[in-house]
C-alpha cells in the first residue's frame, strides 16, 4: 500500500510492483496521463513532476523528478504534482500561462515536462525571494531546464516563458495554500512500506542503520535502490524485473554530513543536489563539475553512494574523490569498515563491498591552503549527457615544484583510477612542457581505454593527454607574470574552462 497526495488529493493504492515507476502509476492506475513517456531512460524530461516534501520549518519543498525511474514506492508520504494539477479551473499556473503567450509549445509532448520544470523554478524563486519571484539568473535558468528536450518548438519561446512567468500575477491552485496537508502528509510518512507477495514483488524501507544491517543479512541478494536514477534502467531499458529491492532512502544515518576536523562524512543516501552547496567552497572545480551532472531531475535523487557503488568507468564523481584521496565507510550486519576509495574497485562493475555490505559514508578531506584541483569532463552534449573522459587533477605547488599529484580519469579504463606512471611524471617537478611530455608519454603507456559510442580509444587517449597539456597551459597562466599577454591568455583559458 503507497499513501500518498497527488494534486491536493489523498490517494491510496495497493498491490503496487516492486519496480513499478511513478509514470507507470500515473498512466494505467490512476489515468492520469498528462505526464508522458519519452525515453524511459531519465533523459528527456518529458515525463517530468514535482514531489514535494515538507522541509524543517514545514514548509513544501517541490524539487522536479523524473517520473519514468522514479519508484512508485518512494512517494509514501509525499505530494506528488503533476500537469493536470496547476490549473485552477480555467486560471493558468504562470509557468502554463507563460508557456502559452510565449508559444513555447508546438507538438506538445514535451511540453508537460517543461511546464513541471517551470513550476519547481517557479515555487524556488518565491521561496528565495517572497512575492514576487526573486529574479531568474542565467545559469539557474540553464540548471533547471538542462534536462528537458524539445524536438520541435526550439528553446528560445521556452526561455521567454521561463523569464516572463514571474511577472504573470500568482494564480496558485488550491492545494498550494491548503494548511492542513503537510500534517496529513507527516502523519503517513512513518508508515512502513512493503510488498511481499508473489505478484508485486518486495519493497523494504528501513527506518535505521541497524534495520538495514538486519535486511541485507537476511536478504543478500536484494538490490539497494535511493535516487534509482541508474538501476531503474534495468527495467526500463533491458525490462529486467526488480522484484527484491531495499530503499535506503529514510535511513538517518546515511542522510547525514558530519564535520570534522580533517574533513566530512557524507553519507551514502545524501543526494547531488544537497553536495553541491557543501563543495561549493573547498572545492569549487568539484561543484562545478555537478552543474554538468545529468540535469535537475537526476541530481535531486541520485546520491553520492549511488554513483560510487554503481562501478561505472565513466561514472562524474568517483574520478575527483579518487584526485582527493577519499575514503569509504562500508556497513553490514558483521560491522563496519573502512577502505580507501583506491581500494574499491576491482574491475569493470566489480566492487569490494559484499554480499551483505552496503557504503554507509564517503570521507572526503579537508583541503590544504595550497591544494589545486581542475576537473574536466569531456561530453558530446554540455547538458545531461554521460562523459566521455573525465579528468581530475590535485597538486600544490612547493618552491616551484609539484608535490602530492593525484591524476585521475574515468573513461580510461575499465574502471575509474588514478594514473602512477603519470604522477610520477610530474612529482618532485617543476611543471614545465618537458615534465608534462614526459607524463603524457607514460599514461598513453600506462592506461588502456575502451572504444564505444561515446568515443574510440585513440580519442579518449589523445583527449586525456590533451587535458595534461591544458593543466600545464593553466598552470603556467597562474603562476606567470602579468602581463599583457599574460592577461590576454589568461582570458581565454578562462573561458574555455567554463
Not at 528536450?149 to 504573470?168: F, H, K, Q, S, V
Not at 531499458?237 to 538517518?252: F, S, T
Not at 599514461?443 to 575502451?450: D, N, Q, S
Request: net charge negative.
Amino acid at each position: 500500500m503507497i499513501d500518498f497526495h497527488l494534486n491536493g488529493r489523498r490517494q491510496r493504492c495497493a498491490d503496487v510492483r516492486a519496480d513499478e515507476s511513478v509514470l507507470e502509476l500515473l498512466r494505467t492506475t490512476l489515468g492520469q496521463t498528462g505526464t508522458k513517456e519519452g525515453c524511459a531512460s531519465g533523459d528527456c524530461g518529458a515525463c517530468t513532476v514535482a514531489i514535494g516534501e515538507p522541509d524543517a520549518s514545514g514548509e513544501f519543498v517541490y524539487r522536479s523528478a523524473n517520473a519514468c525511474i522514479t519508484p512508485a514506492h518512494q512517494l509514501q508520504g509525499c505530494h506528488l504534482v503533476t500537469v493536470e494539477g496547476l490549473a485552477e479551473g480555467e486560471r493558468l499556473h504562470p509557468a502554463q500561462a507563460a508557456m502559452v503567450d510565449c508559444h513555447g509549445s508546438q507538438c506538445g509532448f514535451c511540453t508537460p515536462g517543461i511546464v513541471m520544470s517551470l513550476f519547481t523554478l517557479y515555487e524556488e524563486q518565491r521561496r528565495n525571494g517572497n512575492e514576487p519571484p526573486a529574479p531568474l539568473t542565467q545559469a539557474r535558468l540553464e540548471a533547471a531546464l538542462g534536462g528537458n528536450l524539445c524536438r520541435c518548438t526550439g528553446y528560445r519561446p521556452i526561455r521567454e516563458a521561463a523569464l516572463a512567468m514571474g511577472d504573470y500575477p500568482p494564480a496558485d491552485p488550491a492545494w498550494l495554500t491548503d494548511a492542513t496537508l503537510t500534517q496529513r502528509l507527516d502523519d503517513r510518512a512513518v508508515a512502513a512500506v512493503a510488498a511481499d507477495t508473489a505478484e508485486t514483488g518486495h519493497y523494504a524501507v528501513p527506518r535505521s542503520l541497524e534495520a538495514l544491517r538486519k535486511l541485507k543479512a537476511e536478504r543478500p541478494q536484494a538490490r539497494l535502490v535511493a535516487g534509482a536514477t541508474d538501476l531503474w534502467l534495468e527495467t526500463t531499458q533491458q525490462l529486467k524485473a526488480l522484484e527484491d529491492l531495499i530503499d535506503v532512502r529514510r535511513v538517518a544515518e546515511l542522510n547525514a554530513i558530519e564535520e570534522t576536523t580533517e574533513g566530512w562524512w557524507i553519507g551514502g543516501a545524501v543526494t547531488l543536489a544537497r553536495l553541491m552547496p557543501l563543495l561549493a567552497t573547498p572545492y569549487p572545480a568539484f561543484e562545478h563539475l555537478l552543474h554538468r551532472f545529468a540535469s535537475s531531475q537526476i541530481r535531486h535523487r541520485a546520491t553520492l553512494g549511488g554513483n560510487i557503488a554503481n562501478a561505472s568507468p565513466i561514472g562524474d564523481t568517483p574520478p575527483v574523490l579518487l584526485a582527493l584521496d577519499a575514503r569509504l565507510r562500508l556497513d553490514g550486519a558483521r560491522g563496519a569498515r573502512e577502505l580507501p576509495l583506491a581500494d574499491f574497485f576491482l574491475d569493470y562493475r566489480k566492487t569490494a563491498l559484499e554480499a551483505d555490505e552496503f557504503i554507509a559514508a564517503v570521507f572526503l578531506p579537508r583541503p590544504k591552503a595550497d591544494h589545486c584541483l581542475k576537473v574536466w569532463k569531456l561530453s558530446k552534449r554540455r547538458e545531461d549527457d554521460i562523459s566521455a573522459v573525465l579528468g581530475a587533477f590535485a597538486w600544490r605547488l612547493e618552491e616551484g615544484v609539484m608535490r602530492d599529484v593525484h591524476l585521475a580519469f574515468g573513461g580510461m579504463a575499465a574502471i575509474p583510477r588514478r594514473a602512477p606512471a603519470a604522477e610520477a611524471g610530474l612529482e618532485g617537478r617543476a611543471p614545465d612542457a618537458a615534465a608534462f611530455a614526459a607524463a603524457r608519454a607514460a599514461l598513453a603507456e600506462e592506461l588502456a581505454p575502451m572504444s564505444d559510442v561515446r568515443g574510440s580509444a585513440e580519442y579518449r587517449r589523445l583527449a586525456a593527454g590533451n587535458l595534461l597539456e591544458r593543466l600545464r597551459l593553466m598552470i603556467a597562466a597562474d603562476h606567470a607574470t602579468a602581463d599583457d599577454t599574460h592577461s590576454a591568455t589568461q582570458v581565454t583559458l578562462d573561458a574555455y574552462a567554463h
